[in-house]
């Protein structure tokens, strides 16, 4: 158990609409990660939070929006969403925003959009 | 389009067998390179953290070693076991530009599989 957790685990939703992913890190940590991992696609990075900041931005469609909140957990929003968009999203934690340091992984939430 | 490479895709190996796999990563504005191993229907977890050339960690039987001049490093695993069977991914981290981080791109992974 890395210490890092998401909810929901798995979610059902049909195409258009909207969800959130929810993330809490690791106790300590000040950053949060997102990833996407979709079946035809290796692991992707779609943002970093650092403190509340967005730090860093990846393969982030626009469609999807992400924060960071004064308690440091993190949430990912994806609207109007598409079948393409059925993945693992994952988030992981570390303990400053530099890359120098080791990241946590949560389980993962399995979204699949029908 | 910047790149991350890992090879071979997959390996099969005896118990007992030492192994060794790669990852190949731009050369030019690198801030770190991470290992993770990735066991099936679990997270990715944490190996190895490398950012300096010439870099070599250890963790047990794994062992890693980085050179950033050529762009690539390498994963060991001494006497593999059933328990090593995993998919091992690096992750290439970018100068961060002005005070944004870095962009991350991972490599593909390699495929263990361990046969006792």
């Not at chain 2, 099969?12 to 796999?21: A, K, L, M, R, W």
């Not at chain 2, 070693?65 to 290439?92: H, V």
């Amino acid at each position: 158990d890395s210490g890092v957790t998401q909810t929901p685990k798995h979610l059902i939703t049909a195409t258009g609409q909207r969800v959130t992913l929810r993330c809490s890190p690791r106790s300590g940590d000040l950053s949060v990660y997102w990833y996407q991992q979709s079946l035809d696609q290796g692991l992707q990075f779609l943002i970093q939070y650092y403190n509340g900041e967005e730090r860093a931005k990846g393969n982030i469609l626009e469609r999807f929006s992400a924060q960071q909140f004064p308690d440091l957990h993190s949430e990912l929003n994806l609207s109007s969403l598409e079948l393409g968009d059925s993945a693992l999203y994952f988030c992981a934690s570390s303990v400053v925003g530099s890359p120098t340091y080791e990241q946590y992984f949560g389980p993962g939430t399995r979204l699949t959009v029908t | 389009i910047l790149n991350v490479e890992q090879s071979p895709q997959s390996l099969h190996v005896q118990e007992g067998d030492s192994t060794n796999f790669t990852c190949s990563f731009p050369s030019s504005n690198f801030y770190a390179l991470h290992w993770y191993r990735w066991e099936t229907a679990k997270s990715p977890e944490a190996l190895f953290v490398m950012t300096l050339n010439g870099d070599e960690k250890k963790k047990g039987r794994i062992s890693a070693t980085l050179n950033t001049k050529e762009g690539y490093s390498y994963l060991y695993i001494k006497g593999s076991q059933p328990e090593d069977s995993a998919t091992y991914l690096c992750a290439f981290h970018m100068t961060p530009i002005y005070n944004q981080g870095g962009k991350l791109i991972f490599g593909q992974g390699t495929e263990l599989s361990v046969k006792p």
